[in-house]
């Protein structure tokens, strides 16, 4: 599966045929705020979330990022079971808010 990330359009993406897995973000200098995720029911339970975030972690990570998790399932789910992403995780929830940062 390719990921192909477009940060014009702030996401990290997976196309499926007709229907793509994303991720999307806000970014303000080197904060990234994760803030939805998004699998098409037909795709889900295929781990593809997951190879989304492993992938953005991993950017963030190489390219000296902090990372806010707003969504959910971020913030509990996936980083529970990748705990080794903590060291960038910045806390805080919508850390964005029409273009200022709170």
């Known amino acids: 599966m390719k990921i192909i990330h477009d940060s014009k359009k702030q996401e990290f993406r997976i196309d499926l ?8 973000y806000a970014r303000h200098e080197k904060i990234l705020d994760f803030y939805h995720i998004y699998v098409p029911d037909p795709f889900r339970n295929q781990g593809i979330a997951g190879k989304l975030l492993i992938h953005a ?5 190489r390219e000296g990022f902090q990372v806010v998790p707003s969504c ?3 913030a509990g789910d996936f980083l529970n079971r990748f705990p080794q992403y903590q ?4 806390p805080g929830e919508f850390l964005f808010v029409h273009g200022k940062q709170n």
Not at 57 to 61: G, H, L
Not at 87 to 90: G, K, Q
């Open 17 to 24: 045929g007709f229907y793509h897995a994303v991720l999307l």
């Open 57 to 61: 972690f991993e950017y963030a990570k």
């Open 72 to 74: 959910p399932f971020i």
């Open 87 to 90: 060291e960038i995780v910045r």
